[in-house]
C-alpha cells in the first residue's frame, strides 16, 4: 500500500496547529515523533519510487480540471532531504530556549509548505505556497527580536515579494495563452504551439521569479541578510540554507525540463552558475561573522549547483543534484556548528573564536568534517557530487575556473581551520554540548562521510544510476585536493588576506531600491538574450 | 483605435509597471509597500481580463442556460486566493514596518541601513 502524499502536507501542518491549540505537556515528543514518521515516508519513497511516477489526484477530476501531487525519483529525492533536516533540526533544539508552541507551530507548517512545493503540478499553486512559506520564514528569521532583525526581515519579505509578482505576471500569461496552469497539460500543449515566441514572455517572467529565489548571480543581495542575521535560532538558518534556497533551484529544474521543447537556456544559465560561484565565495572570503560566511557560501554553492543541472552530460546533471543533496547536509550542520560556538564564544567575529580542539574534540571533529565535505575532500559527499559537475569538461577555460572555484571555497574556509587549531586566549573553557545536540550533529557528519565514501550505492541502488566513482579512483583525486589546498592557502595567506579588494567587496551592499532595480534588470535582460537567440 | 488601445489588460500592465517604478524609485519605505500594492492590484486586473468578452455571464445561477458565453470561473477564484495572499503579505510588511520605524525613527530605506551599520 502506498502511502497518501497529502499526508507530507497535512501530517505536519495539522500536528502543529494542534499543538499550538492544546497545550499539552508531550509537545516536543509529538513533534519528534512526527518528523519520524514523515522521514520514514520519504525513505519508503525513495527505496521504491525507482523511475516511475506516481501522481495521486487531490479532487475527482481529471487533470486539466482537478488538482494533483505527483512524486517522481527528483522530488523524493528533495523530500527525502527536507524530511531528514527538519528531523535533525526538531531533534537539535528540543532543550533550547526558543522551542515554544508558536515556534513549533511556524516551524512545522514551514515544513508542511516546502514538502508541498516539492509535489505540487500546478503553476497557482506554487505562487501560494511560496508566499505563505516567505511569510512565515519572515516571522522566523526575526524571531529573537534583535536590533538587525526589522531590516533584515522586512527587505527579505519585500524584495520576494516583489520577484513573485513577477512570477505572477507570468502565470497569467501562460493562462491566457494555454487557458490551463498544471505542469502536466502545459508540457503536452507546447509542442503544438504554432508560434513559440509567445512563450518568451512568460518565461522569461517565470524565470525571474524563481531566479530570485535561488539566489542567482544579480539576485543574492537579500540571502546572506536572510541566512545569516543573528536574529534567527540557528535551526532557522540551516533549513533556509539547507533546503528552503533549493526550492529556487527545484523549480528551476522542473521549468528548464517543462519548457525544454520550445526554449533553451543551457549556455545561459551555464554561464549565470559560473558567475554566481564566482562572487559568492569572492564574498564570503572577505567576510568576518561566521554566519555570513556560510551565507555567502551557500550562494557560491548555488551556483556549482547550477553549473551540474544546466551541464550538457547527463552526468552533470545528476551531479547538480547529487550536490544540493550534499550541500543541504553539510551547510546545515555548519550552522549548527556555527550556532554552538557562538554561544560558546559569546561572539559572532570569527577571529574572536580560538582553540576549539582544546575546548571539544568532539565539535572540532564534526566541523572538519563539514569543511572536507565543503571543500570536495575525496570520500566525502562534496567530493563525490563535484566530481560528476565538473565530469567530461575539456576546455581548459573551463576546468581553469573549477579550480578557481574549488580552490576559492577552500580559501574562505582556512578561517575554520584557524578556529580550530589556533592557540587558546587564556584558559579554554569546556565546551558543554546537550546530548541530542551531539546525536544530531555527529549523525549528520556520517550522513557527510557516508554520502561520498557510500556514493556508489546511493547512485546505483537508489536513484539507478549506471555512473561510479568509487573509493579507489577517490583516493586519485587526494594529491590534487592537497596541492590545490596548499596553493590557495598560500595565495589567502601571503596576496588576499589584508588586501584593499577584499576591504572593498565587503563594502558592497545593495539598498532595497537596487535590489529591486536589479531584479528588472535580470528580467529585461533575460527577456533580450531569448528574442535575440530565439 | 485609442479605445482598443485602453483595454483591462495594457491598463493592468501599465498598473504593474507603476508599481515596480514604486519599489525600484522610491526611498520612502512606506512608499515602496504602496508600490507592492498597485503591482498587486494590476495584477488581480491582469487575470480579470485576460479571458474577459463582451456581454459574458457570472458563472453561476439560473443565467447560465441562455446565456450564449459565460465568463471563465477559474481566473476569478484563483484572484480571490491572490487577493487574500496579497492582503495579507501587506499587512505584514505594514506590522513590521511600524516596529522598524519605532526602532530606526525614520522612513526613509538609505538612512535605515545607514544607522543599521552604526548601531552593530
Redesign the interface.
Known amino acids: 500500500m502506498t502511502p497518501h502524499l497529502l499526508m507530507f502536507i497535512m501530517f505536519p501542518i495539522t500536528i502543529g496547529l494542534l499543538l499550538y491549540i492544546l497545550k499539552h505537556r508531550l509537545i516536543k515528543i509529538i513533534a519528534v515523533a512526527t518528523e519520524i514518521l514523515l522521514f520514514s515516508i520519504s525513505l519508503w519513497y525513495i527505496i521504491n519510487i525507482g523511475d516511475q511516477s506516481i501522481m495521486m489526484l487531490l479532487v475527482n477530476a481529471p487533470l486539466p480540471y482537478g488538482m494533483a501531487l505527483r512524486i517522481d525519483q527528483l522530488s523524493a529525492t528533495m523530500l527525502l532531504l527536507n524530511n531528514f533536516l527538519f528531523l535533525c533540526m526538531v531533534v537539535y533544539s528540543l532543550k533550547r530556549p526558543y522551542m515554544n508552541r508558536l515556534f513549533i507551530f511556524l516551524f512545522l507548517s514551514l515544513q508542511g509548505m516546502i514538502n508541498a512545493l516539492f509535489l505540487s503540478t500546478d503553476f497557482?499553486n506554487v505562487?501560494?505556497l511560496i508566499?505563505?512559506a516567505?511569510?512565515s520564514v519572515?516571522?522566523l528569521i526575526?524571531y529573537k527580536k534583535d536590533?538587525?532583525s526589522?531590516?533584515d526581515?522586512?527587505i527579505y519579505?519585500?524584495v520576494n515579494?516583489?520577484a513573485m509578482?513577477f512570477f505572477?505576471?507570468g502565470i497569467?500569461f501562460l493562462?491566457?495563452t494555454f487557458?490551463v496552469?498544471d505542469f502536466v497539460t502545459i508540457e503536452t500543449l507546447i509542442p503544438n504551439l504554432e508560434n513559440k515566441r509567445v512563450m518568451l514572455l512568460p518565461f522569461s517572467l517565470l524565470i525571474t521569479g524563481v531566479s530570485l529565489k535561488a539566489a542567482l548571480m544579480p539576485l543574492f543581495s537579500w540571502l546572506p541578510k536572510a541566512h545569516g542575521t543573528a536574529s534567527a535560532p540557528a535551526v532557522v538558518s540551516a533549513i533556509l540554507s539547507g533546503i528552503f534556497v533549493k526550492v529556487g533551484v527545484y523549480l528551476l529544474i522542473r521549468m528548464m525540463s517543462i519548457f525544454s521543447v520550445a526554449i533553451d537556456l543551457q549556455s545561459f544559465f551555464l554561464v549565470l552558475g559560473f558567475l554566481t560561484a564566482l562572487s559568492g565565495f569572492m564574498f564570503a572570503m572577505s567576510q568576518t561573522d561566521i554566519k555570513l560566511i556560510l551565507a555567502y557560501h551557500t550562494i557560491s554553492q548555488i551556483g556549482l549547483i547550477l553549473i551540474g543541472i544546466s551541464g550538457m552530460r547527463d552526468q552533470n546533471n545528476f551531479g547538480g543534484v547529487y550536490h544540493i543533496l550534499s550541500h543541504g547536509v553539510f551547510k546545515s550542520l555548519f550552522f549548527l556548528v556555527s550556532g554552538i560556538l557562538v554561544q560558546h564564544f559569546k561572539t559572532r567575529k570569527i577571529k574572536n573564536m580560538t582553540g576549539l580542539w582544546q575546548s571539544s574534540k568532539l565539535v572540532s571533529i564534526v566541523l572538519i568534517f563539514a569543511i572536507l565535505s565543503i571543500t570536495g575532500a575525496p570520500f566525502f559527499s562534496g567530493g563525490y557530487s563535484k566530481y560528476f559537475i565538473t565530469y567530461g569538461y575539456d576546455n581548459a577555460v573551463l576546468k581553469w575556473l573549477f579550480v578557481i572555484i574549488n580552490a576559492g571555497t577552500m580559501a574562505s574556509f582556512i578561517k575554520f581551520f584557524r578556529v580550530i587549531f589556533s592557540k587558546p586566549i587564556g584558559k579554554p573553557e569546556k565546551l558543554h554540548v546537550d546530548v541530542n545536540q551531539k546525536v544530531v550533529i555527529m549523525t549528520m557528519a556520517a550522513a557527510c562521510f557516508l554520502l561520498g565514501f557510500g556514493g556508489d550505492l546511493i547512485t546505483n541502488t537508489i536513484h539507478h544510476q549506471p555512473y561510479t566513482f568509487d573509493a579507489l579512483s577517490q583516493i586519485t583525486k587526494l594529491p590534487i585536493y592537497l596541492t590545490t589546498y596548499l596553493m590557495s592557502y598560500m595565495v589567502f595567506r601571503y596576496v588576499l588576506e589584508n588586501s584593499k579588494a577584499l576591504k572593498f567587496i565587503k563594502s558592497i551592499?545593495l539598498?532595497?531600491?537596487s535590489i529591486?532595480?536589479a531584479i528588472?534588470s535580470f528580467f529585461f535582460a533575460t527577456l533580450a538574450y531569448l528574442t535575440i537567440t530565439f | 483605435m485609442i479605445p482598443k488601445i485602453i483595454n483591462g489588460e495594457n491598463i493592468s500592465i501599465l498598473l504593474f509597471f507603476i508599481g515596480v517604478y514604486g519599489v525600484c524609485a522610491r526611498r520612502n519605505i512606506f512608499k515602496t509597500i504602496m508600490g507592492l500594492s498597485i503591482m498587486q492590484a494590476g495584477l488581480v486586473l491582469f487575470f480579470l481580463s485576460i479571458h474577459a468578452m463582451e456581454g459574458a455571464v457570472p458563472p453561476i445561477g439560473q443565467d447560465i442556460m441562455n446565456a450564449a458565453v459565460v465568463s471563465d470561473p477559474v481566473p476569478q477564484a484563483l484572484m480571490i486566493t491572490a487577493v487574500v495572499v496579497g492582503i495579507s503579505t501587506t499587512a505584514v510588511s505594514l506590522t513590521m514596518f511600524i516596529s522598524l520605524y519605532h526602532k530606526y525613527g525614520t522612513t526613509n530605506w538609505v538612512k535605515v541601513k545607514k544607522k543599521r551599520g552604526e548601531m552593530d
Open positions: 497557482f505562487y501560494i508566499e505563505v516567505t511569510i519572515s516571522i526575526m536590533s538587525q526589522m531590516y526581515g522586512m519579505l519585500l515579494m516583489v509578482g505572477l505576471l497569467g493562462y491566457k487557458g496552469l551592499e539598498s532595497f531600491n529591486n532595480l528588472v
